[in-house]
């Protein structure tokens, strides 16, 4: 496997130029990085019109995860995202609001796409709401959703595996949408690895049409790489939409460093990469077994996350990420009611032994009771884009009943919003939002 943006960079390092060319360190080390981190220069090619260095490592990229065109990106899933909904819209007719079907656990990059395409979203909700990283939906809710739009939707749209390793029945949904002739795409931003598993388990190879790929979570990419991957059964104007779908929102700066991660992580994919996955699931594997040998309560999900119900043990997820980091453990999120842990090939098995050490030496006590949750499903007035772009101001809850909501309100981790831009807040979304410890929230100026 080639990994021709690394070469061409140590190449001109070696030349030792003078670099009368941004950035403006010039390479000399401040932090170590400086000296490879360039420039479209000369050679360099150029993100968003490849046809050098980086469109070779583009097409070795395509190889590995058998699509028919993945593209990189340097500004996370979220760019890929947005790209995605701008993949379709830029097909409709001229005036044509991009129509969305979204499982409403959509991360707010997806919300921010809605605000900047003005598309017109309708939100699947789950049965039973609880967790707002969760929308466990099925291929029935998807078909009963799909053939009650009065206007067909140009897309579904699916967050799987969502924060909590919940993974959608995307085989499934995608040969729902294939019966309605409406592309699947996927926020699969925390499943790049999925494709390398023993068996194949990505979106694409279940049907998606497009998803995308935040290869910085699973793989070792440095923060900020991703990938936006087109599925070979898709319309071939998606692949030749694509790179200017990606420009449309993205810098014109593009990081050079994280363009190099990319490329080295082909490599690394090409050569070993599926054995030590597959070791590493297997040790994921017995870290759950032995965590609910010891009494926790550890949800099923996908390979590489161990999530525990914190509250089942008579914990916040706060207090057990508080004994971890005591002991030298950084978790990936915590909240009131779960414990999330990320792990991958790059943890070494002495890590996760200490991290079993640690978690089975905390009593558990009795199970704290949860609150009982109204359900969420709060009515739109404004567009997101309408909501977004209007005149806003931070209230506290007290004062937000009955207000619209401007903005996304929930941070990142998870980033997954409880009122969604042009909602009101109602009864339902203040209680949702209490419970997550937020105290404001912004709403459009009336």
Known sequence: MTTPIIDFVRRYVAQNAVRLHMPGHKGKPRLGCEPLDITEIAGADVLYDA?????????????LFGSAGTFYSTEGATLAIKAMLAVVAMGLPRGTRLRVLAARNAHKSFLYGAALLDIEVSWLYPSLSTHICAC????????????ACTEKPHAVYLTSPDYL??????A???????????PLLVDNAHGA?????????????????????????TLPVLTGGAYLHIAKDAPEAYLARAKDALSLFASTSPSYLLLQSLDSCNAYLAEGYRECLCATVARAAGVRAVLRAHGYTVLEGEALKIVIEASRCGYTGEELAGILRENGIEPELADRDVLVLMCTPENREDELVHLCTVLCSVPLREALVRP???QLCPKAVLSVREAMLAPAERVALAHAKGRI???????????????V?????????LAWLSYYGVHEIAVVRE
Do not use: W
């Open 136 to 147: 466990p939906v099925s291929a029935d809710d998807v078909a009963g959703a799909l053939s």
């Open 421 to 429: 831009a042009g909602e009101i807040i109602d009864d339902a979304v």
């Open 372 to 374: 009982s949750l109204p």
């Open 51 to 63: 046809t050098g260095v980086i469109a070779e490592s583009e097409q070795n990229a395509t190889a």
């Open 165 to 170: 390793g919940n993974v959608a029945e995307v």
């Open 193 to 217: 690895y999925l494709h390398f598993l023993a068996e194949d388990q990505h979106p694409l190879a279940l049907g998606a049409t497009m998803c995308a790929d935040s290869a910085h979570k």
């Open 405 to 419: 909501c401007a903005a996304p309100t929930v941070s990142c981790p998870p980033a997954v919003p409880i009122a």
């Open 172 to 182: 499934g949904i995608a040969a729902v949408c294939r019966a309605h002739g409406v």
